[in-house]
T-cell receptor, first 118, second 110 residues
């Protein structure tokens, strides 16, 4: 019962460095997404995917890239880290890709990655 | 625009009822959700309500929906210290996104 697995749990980067946050799910979910959580701002959607080979932008996509080569994996890439990207990042998946379906909003979350950019 | 608003903090005494409020903007949202986040963890789905319902009860949780005012609330009866957490409401948009509010931190005092 792994669910959604995120790695690493903690990461410190220097400004300008690049890195990839990993996310994998074993529930055969079509929908996967990345959120960032900042104090007082709740969760903001970065990118999402409705299936392998299909990705789209969320509310705050700048500075981040994603790809979806398999159903299971949805990595998030920081191209050139900036202090404004210091945040807690969550990957989440859902069975349904249809926004009007009950199961669409039933997201399963990973435990998060705490990222600090100095 | 796409916006979900919540108050940031609520403090109650153990045994009292807690009411967490949320306003949303997309009147076409089909389902609305409540999530709970405990310290150091990801979010977990607590409950949800279909947009054609006014109320849903699930043990100590009661969800009320006022579609006219686009207002959603979560009532927790007999609040316990284990209920201390951040609570998020969320709505689905026709654009295929799930949008969260800022989260309400619930503090339960013994």
């Amino acid at each position: 019962n792994a669910g959604v697995t995120q790695t690493p749990k903690f990461q410190v980067l220097k400004t300008g460095q690049s890195m990839t946050l990993q996310c994998a799910q074993d529930m055969n979910h079509e929908y996967m997404s990345w959120y960032r959580q900042d104090p007082g701002m709740g969760l903001r959607l970065i990118h999402y995917s409705v299936g392998a080979g299909i990705t789209d932008q969320g509310e705050v996509p700048n500075g981040y890239n994603v790809s979806r080569s398999t159903t299971e994996d949805f990595p998030l890439r920081l191209l050139s880290a900036a202090p404004s990207q210091t945040s807690v990042y969550f990957c989440a998946s859902s069975y349904s890709t249809i926004s009007g379906a009950r199961s669409f909003g039933k997201l399963f979350f990973g435990s998060g990655t705490q990222l600090s950019v100095l | 625009g796409e916006d979900v608003e919540q108050s940031l903090f609520l403090s109650v005494r153990e045994g009292d009822s807690s009411v967490i409020n949320c306003t949303y903007t997309d009147s076409s949202s089909t389902y609305l959700y409540w999530y709970k986040q405990e310290p150091g963890a990801g979010l977990q789905l607590l409950t949800y309500i279909f947009s054609n319902m006014d109320m849903k009860q699930d043990q100590r949780l009661t969800v009320l929906l006022n579609k006219k005012d686009k207002h959603l609330s979560l009532r927790i009866a007999d609040t316990q210290t284990g209920d201390s957490a951040i609570y998020f409401c969320a709505e689905t948009l026709n654009t295929g996104k799930l949008i969260f509010g800022q989260g309400t931190t619930l503090q339960v005092k013994p």
